[in-house]
């Protein structure tokens, strides 16, 4: 009686421990399944992250052109008003 018990507690062990061998398999397999998934999370952050930035540097740009146009227009309008002003003393 105590053979057949010990032979039980060494079968269940065994089958215990091969459980826990495919579920620790099971656990890296996901593991492994969830680090690439993050890691293409974390290229994509950083893609639409590097996209916001050219669109805030693109913002910045039109509004530095923008200003060089308006000085510039500003400079032709005094040029034809000046010469405008000049015709009528001529």
Do not use: P
Not at 75 to 83: D, H, Q, T
């Amino acid at each position: 009686m105590f053979y057949c018990y010990r032979y039980y507690s060494v079968a269940q062990a065994y089958l215990n421990q091969k459980k826990l061998d495919a579920e620790a398999k099971q656990l890296q397999h996901s593991a492994t399944n969830f680090a690439k998934q993050t890691q293409l999370w974390l290229n994509l952050v950083e893609s639409f992250s590097s996209s916001l930035k050219e669109i805030g540097d693109a913002e910045n740009w039109a509004r530095s052109i923008e200003g060089d146009m308006r000085t510039i227009a500003t400079a032709l309008e005094y040029s034809y008003k000046g010469i405008k002003l000049m015709k009528c003393y001529v």
